[in-house]
């Protein structure tokens, strides 16, 4: 090679070894920046979960403050005194909690999937995975295409493959079913 030609290449190999360290310190900039904005964005999460579970926590110690304030303003109405309006609206409020509970309990019965799927891909593949190696040529050499139907006798097997191939060949292809 020529001299101008070595010069033109040894500056291309240090111009791609500066793009290669300038491309890594990008990489590792963008990759401590995310890091911290990660970082912070937990930090107010955890702040406004705590703040959350702090107005939650009044919410909850205020609430029994309403039924009573309602019976003290339906004193006397409909001829029941304090005492009573306090057990109807203690009664209205335990009748709302059950059946809040319970038509939440029933709806997410309904939604809730629990894996649903996979465990029906997993019973699947066991049951593929029993057959086929269930399925071996007499003399234990490797079992037979696990694709395969599952046939119950080798000599079924022998006596049935030509009918196969042969329904095969006059409907098409197997996989359209």
Same mark, same amino acid.
């Given at each position: 090679?020529?001299e101008q030609?070595?010069?033109?290449?040894?500056?291309l190999?240090?111009?791609?070894?500066?793009?290669?360290?300038? %491309?890594?310190?990008? /990489?590792r900039?963008?990759?401590r @920046?995310a !890091? &911290?904005? #990660?970082? +912070?964005?937990?930090?107010?999460?955890r702040?406004?979960?705590?703040l959350?579970?702090?107005?939650?926590?009044?919410?909850?110690a205020?609430?029994?403050?309403?039924?009573?304030?309602a019976?003290?303003?339906?004193?006397g109405?409909?001829?029941?005194?304090r005492? %009573?309006?306090?057990? /109807?609206?203690a009664g209205?409020? @335990?009748? !709302? &909690?059950? #059946?809040? +509970?319970?038509?939440?309990?029933?709806?997410?019965?309904?939604?809730?999937?629990?894996?649903k799927?996979?465990?029906e891909?997993?019973?699947?593949?066991?049951?593929?995975?029993?057959?086929?190696?269930?399925?071996?040529?007499?003399?234990?050499?490797?079992?037979?295409?696990?694709?395969?139907?599952?046939?119950?006798?080798?000599?079924?097997? &022998?006596?049935?493959?030509?009918?196969?191939?042969?329904?095969?060949?006059?409907?098409?292809?197997?996989?359209?079913?």
């Open positions: 090679m020529s030609t070595t010069s033109t290449w040894r500056r190999v240090r111009h791609w070894a500066d793009l290669g360290l300038e %491309v890594r310190s990008a /990489v900039l963008r990759w @920046l !890091a &911290a904005e #990660l970082r +912070a964005d937990a930090a107010v999460l702040r406004a979960a705590v959350a579970a702090l107005a939650l926590t009044i919410a909850a205020s609430l029994p403050l309403l039924p009573v304030a019976a003290e303003l339906l004193d109405r409909l001829g029941w005194n005492t %009573v309006w306090l057990l /109807v609206l209205a409020g @335990l009748v !709302a &909690a059950v #059946l809040l +509970a319970l038509g939440t309990w029933m709806r997410t019965r309904r939604a809730l999937v629990a894996l799927q996979t465990r891909e997993l019973a699947e593949d066991l049951i593929w995975l029993g057959e086929w190696l269930g399925r071996g040529d007499d003399d234990g050499n490797e079992p037979s295409d696990p694709t395969a139907e599952p046939l119950a006798d080798s000599r079924e097997t &022998a006596a049935a493959a030509p009918r196969a191939v042969a329904a095969e060949q006059r409907s098409g292809d197997p996989s359209d079913e």
